[in-house]
């Protein structure tokens, strides 16, 4: 069965810091891997997705990801980290095609201070 | 792009009353639909997969008859809270295919 792991429950950061929120995942065929963040009380924004092709995603808000198989991690990066970051972000497994369900990580809390 | 529109974006209900939440596919026929649930401070959990004009699968854990699902076209599923309590107070999310795994923008369900 298909699984992620997000080791860090909460991270905290100063604005305009680099930031890494690590990502493991668990599937057996060829992953369909999302991150996405939340906001207090809000939904899901997706910020970026990888399925095949160039293993390092760009995404929205200045996120990036990388895919690296032989490690079965899916890291999402920001170079500058700023307030409006402050919010939970999940990593995601799915399937390219077909009734197989998104599974998520627990989630990472990223905190920003000054 | 796809885009799933899942109403309502938050209700309260009293304990005791059902509360139907709806997702509708509006661009794309959404041949399956799966519904979450997020406790406070929680991930998100996957409560039970439907397919058009079948019966939804449900977790384990999950009560098939408190949480209603249908599915009954390839633009609309729904789900209902039977009898809701308090304990059922959570966020609700519907994730559509084939476009993709495209989100609802949720529910939030306060029972009191």
């Known amino acids: 069965a298909q699984s992620v792991t997000q080791p860090d429950i909460h991270i905290t950061v100063s604005e305009g810091a680099s930031l890494e929120l690590r990502c493991n995942y668990s599937?057996?065929?060829?992953?369909?891997l999302f991150w996405y963040v939340q906001s207090p009380g809000q939904g899901l924004q997706l910020l970026l997705k990888?399925?095949?092709?160039?293993?390092l995603v760009q995404g929205i808000k200045g996120f990036e990801a990388e895919f690296k198989r032989s490690q079965s991690s899916f890291n999402l990066r920001k170079p500058s980290v700023h307030w409006s970051d402050a919010a939970e972000y999940f990593c995601?497994?799915?399937?390219?095609?077909?009734?197989?369900?998104?599974?998520f990580g627990k989630g990472t809390r990223l905190s920003v201070i000054a | 792009g796809a885009v799933v529109s899942q109403h309502p974006s938050r209700v309260i209900c009293k304990s005791g009353t059902s509360v139907k939440i709806e997702c509708r596919s509006l661009?794309?026929?959404?041949?399956?639909m799966f519904w979450y649930r997020q406790f406070p401070k929680q991930s998100l959990m996957l409560m039970a997969t439907?397919?058009?004009?079948?019966?939804?699968?449900?977790e384990q854990g999950v009560e098939k008859d408190k949480f209603l699902i249908n599915h009954a076209s390839l633009t609309l599923s729904t789900l209902t809270v039977t009898s809701a309590h308090p304990e059922d107070s959570s966020f609700y999310i519907c994730?559509?295919?084939?476009?993709?795994?495209?989100f609802g923008s949720g529910t939030r369900l306060t029972v009191v």
């Open positions: 994730s559509a295919r084939p476009a993709g795994y495209t």
């Open positions: 599937y057996g065929a060829t992953p369909y």
């Open positions: 990888y399925f095949s092709g160039d293993t």
């Open positions: 995601a497994v799915g399937a390219g095609s077909g009734n197989t369900p998104l599974v």
């Open positions: 661009d794309f026929q959404a041949t399956t």
């Open positions: 439907s397919n058009e004009g079948s019966k939804a699968t449900y």
